[in-house]
């Protein structure tokens, strides 16, 4: 009877207290880790968007975040976010099996590829082997950040695979530097 009356009296204040508590903190939107990971990342990193079943990989340096978001939303974003950067260009790889999966085994897959094609037209797109893809990134993962962005896609092998690359000084530069090093005997 007095636990009663006591839970009775403290009820009001605990409905009071809920109402003026702060909100759970909230994970940070995939967008807003984008914007933040970019200015740290540079040559070798790897930014990929990834279809609802690409695995969740234990490499130290990869970070997998879900987006709750379209593919072509996301790839659209990060581009934007490369693009608008100083330092950094996007190397692009797509799965080698994407043109052979058919409309019956996959309906949508032919609007995604003219998508995608459409939406990385400017830039060359290597063709890999998925799971040589995955070992890719599993093995970068060891040394350099590798950020997944996974969205709602359920069509295999649409990933995209972006290697940052430096947007100030290309292979041609580097080898020339090179060449004068070592004709200086360095």
Avoid at 7 to 36: G, H, I, R
């Amino acid at each position: 009877m007095l636990i009663k009356k006591i839970l009775s009296a403290l009820l009001p204040f605990t409905f009071a207290v809920s109402c003026f508590a702060a909100p759970p903190a909230q994970s940070p939107a995939w967008k807003a880790k984008l914007n933040a990971a970019m200015p740290l990342m540079g040559h070798r990193n790897w930014v990929l968007v990834v279809d609802s079943a690409y695995p969740l990989q234990t490499s130290p340096g990869v970070e997998t975040i879900e987006t709750n978001a379209s593919q072509l939303e996301v790839v659209h974003a990060v581009l934007d976010t490369i693009h608008a950067s100083i330092h950094v260009r996007p190397i692009i790889f797509m799965d080698a099996e994407l043109p052979f999966i058919t409309e019956q085994e996959s309906p949508g897959v032919t609007a995604y590829r003219n998508s995608i094609a459409k939406l990385l037209s400017p830039l060359p797109v290597v063709q890999k082997l998925h799971e040589q893809l995955i070992a890719d990134i599993g093995e970068a993962g060891k040394t350099f950040h590798v950020l997944v962005l996974k969205t709602n896609m359920a069509i295999p092998y649409t990933s995209v695979f972006i290697r940052l690359d430096c947007k100030y000084w290309g292979a041609e530069q580097e080898q020339d530097l090179r060449d004068r090093m070592k004709v200086a005997g360095k």
